[in-house]
């Protein structure tokens, strides 16, 4: 049974999240090109799910009058994936305000102090 989740490493889209999910090939070739998006460790048995935000909009065909309808070509790759997420770091600007705020905090506390 196929899950309804994205296989993609990092990648959290879910039939929640409003993402369409697309079926995996069932074998051969373009089962291969499409593991080869996930992890090294990744060799599924059966088929897998991949969510629309691994596909490049050339793979898709429109439906007329609507972007909302859309259907993925026959033997397109999944080729986009999300880079592992990381910890932000704060911005230039948001430590120039830490540093202001600790700036003031110490001249409080110094007047106290006198």
Not at 8 to 18: A, I, L, M, R, Y
Not at 21 to 35: D, N, Q, T, V
């Amino acid at each position: 049974m196929t899950g309804s989740r994205c296989v993609v490493q990092d990648c959290e889209n879910n039939h929640k999240t409003g993402k369409s999910l697309r079926l995996s090939p069932k074998s051969g070739p373009k089962k291969a090109e499409w593991i080869r998006l996930h992890s090294k460790n990744f060799n599924p048995l059966g088929r897998f799910v991949v969510c629309s935000d691994h596909f490049e909009r050339e793979c898709y065909h429109f439906g007329e009058g609507s972007e909302l309808k859309r259907y993925l070509i026959k033997g397109s790759v999944p080729t986009i994936w999300k880079p592992k997420k990381t910890i932000a770091s704060p911005s230039d600007r948001e430590l120039r305000q830490r540093a202001k705020e600790i700036k003031e905090l110490l001249a409080t506390a110094d007047n106290k102090l006198l």
